[in-house]
């Protein structure tokens, strides 16, 4: 069965740069969520979308943006970026709305040097 | 805002044991609960969602029930393995939100 599938895996950046991370949903889920992980701690809702437009919006930083595109592939993208940004970055789909499973990527690894 | 607390944080046991691993949360007006594995440096794995009207869900050694009224699940684990070492995480979601709030985890290490 198909999976969420999300790139870079990989990816170190400098302070200050700029980095996109992307998500490729579960064919047919509505609800795209991205999450960050840093080292020891526990995900953090960053932002979702429901049907391409922002349904929630939890701790994401303002130098971070996301969007879904007309695919249904979401975008993340962080800019001046922080040693602080260094963190698995997770992305999730759902399916009907609140009552529906999410199911997580792999994730995508950043280290900003 | 919701808390999720989970009990124990750490947790070793030899192979055969079976496992309870507690969660709680402060907002009890939840749609539904989902109960997460992650091993070191990898992705959530989802092995159960409980939607708020039921009482426990099962799959394979695993069972988890929800009593929504006092904030708490909890997962059994029948005959833990060795492949069973990982961290185990609990995420409500709570009403009006569609994105789910993790605890900080149970690690779990299996002997063999």
């Known amino acids: 069965a198909a999976g969420v599938i999300q790139s870079p895996r990989h990816l170190i950046k400098e302070k200050r740069e700029t980095a996109t991370l992307k998500c490729y949903p579960i064919p047919r889920h509505d609800t795209v969520y991205w999450y960050q992980q840093g080292p020891g701690q526990d995900p953090q809702f960053l932002i979702s979308f429901y049907e391409k437009m922002q349904s929630d919006k939890g701790s994401i930083p303002d130098r971070f943006s996301a969007q879904q595109f007309s695919d249904y592939h979401s975008e993340l993208n962080m800019s001046s970026l922080e040693l602080g940004d260094s963190a698995l970055y997770f992305c999730?789909?759902?399916?009907?709305?609140?009552?529906?499973?999410?199911?997580f990527g792999e994730g995508s690894r950043l280290t900003v040097l | 805002k919701q808390e999720v607390t989970q009990i124990p944080a750490a947790l070793s046991v030899p192979e055969g044991e079976n496992l309870v691993l507690n969660c709680s949360f402060t907002?009890?007006?939840?749609?539904?609960l989902q109960w997460f594995r992650q091993d070191p440096g990898k992705g959530l794995t989802s092995l159960l969602l409980?939607?708020?009207?039921?009482r426990e869900q099962t799959s394979g050694r695993l069972n988890a029930s929800l009593d929504k009224s006092s904030g708490r699940s909890t997962l059994y684990i029948a005959a833990s393995q060795p492949g069973d070492s990982a961290t185990y995480l609990c995420?409500?979601?709570?009403?009006?939100?569609?994105?789910?709030?993790f605890g900080s985890g149970t690690r779990l290490q299996v002997q063999p």
């Open positions: 995420a409500p979601r709570v009403a009006g939100r569609r994105a789910l709030t």
């Open positions: 907002d009890s007006a939840i749609y539904n």
């Open positions: 409980i939607q708020s009207s039921q």
């Open positions: 999730a789909s759902s399916l009907q709305g609140v009552a529906g499973e999410l199911f």
